[in-house]
């Protein structure tokens, strides 16, 4: 039996790398970030007032520019294009060019060129694109991989838009498991169960350090990596570290996947000048 390749899911396939389930789920994933776009456009103009208001005037005057939200619209737009671009290079059709020369046989020798995409790079373009084509996402080797990054893409679309307070993740309590999640200007957390409050950088240095020689996929490392870095950090992230040379690729998983030494990304991550996440969804230096 086939099973889906997206990691949150097992459930069997029509014979492709992804199931109907999942399929139909990122389509409507694809739906909502066309349509959340523009709000997140307004918040990167900060056209959007977020948070409490003290008598008439709002209690924050923020910057004029979201630097939170402008990274999320990057990293939205280049995991679109990344995948468009991937599929149609996999799947797209391609045509028979004469090379202008002639193989031992005397007979023409032809190239197979692909056609050009010609799509506009907005991310409502691209996002309708992907929706037309599940059987592309279906049978294609990296599908699962390209489900769980649109999925996790979108879903920090929706914390831009929302701007949720932001809080990190510390960790279990020491004293009695319980998760414990500070806000990112806290040096101090209190559990909320036992009370107990612990220093929130040795919380978190532990974290890391049990979790350096370990190997996880991209898709992987941009799910559990900023609750303890307290920053952003994407698939698409990790991926063109790869392919400038600056990390290394591991041995890949059981679906072929490419996998990265933890420790190595967060070197990297810490080593770069993206910003950390405040609860304004700006990014402080």
Do not use: F
């Amino acid at each position: 039996m086939i099973t889906c390749t997206v990691p949150s899911c097992s459930n069997p396939t029509a014979g492709g790398t992804v199931c109907g389930l999942c399929l139909g789920r990122v389509r409507a994933e694809l739906v909502e970030v066309a349509e959340l776009v523009d709000d997140l456009d307004d918040q990167v103009a900060r056209l959007t007032r977020t948070g409490p208001r003290v008598g008439s005037r709002p209690a924050e005057v923020g910057l004029p520019y979201n630097l939170g939200a402008a990274e999320v619209r990057d990293d939205l737009r280049n995991t679109l294009s990344t995948w468009v671009r991937e599929l149609w290079e996999t799947h797209g059709p391609r045509r028979a060019v004469p090379t202008g020369e002639n193989g031992p046989n005397g007979e023409a020798l032809v190239d197979a060129v692909l056609d050009p995409l010609g799509l506009d790079d907005t991310v409502p373009d691209m996002a309708a694109w992907l929706r037309r084509h599940p059987s592309w996402v279906e049978y294609h080797p990296a599908g699962g991989e390209l489900v769980d990054e649109v999925a996790d893409t979108v879903e920090r679309v929706r914390r831009a838009v929302d701007l949720p307070p932001a809080r990190v993740y510390c960790g279990p309590c020491p004293d009695c498991g319980t998760d414990l999640y500070a806000r990112p200007e806290r040096a101090v957390v209190a559990c909320r169960e036992c009370g107990t409050r612990h220093d929130v950088q040795a919380l978190r240095e532990t974290l890391l350090d049990a979790a350096r020689g370990t190997l996880a996929t991209a898709a992987e490392l941009a799910r559990a990596l900023p609750r303890l870095l307290g920053r952003d950090l994407s698939p698409n992230t990790v991926r063109t570290w790869a392919h400038a040379g600056k990390l290394a690729k591991r041995a890949p998983d059981n679906r072929g996947r490419p996998r990265y030494r933890v420790g190595d990304v967060i070197d990297l991550a810490l080593a770069s000048p993206a910003r950390h996440v405040t609860r304004s969804g700006a990014k402080s230096p």
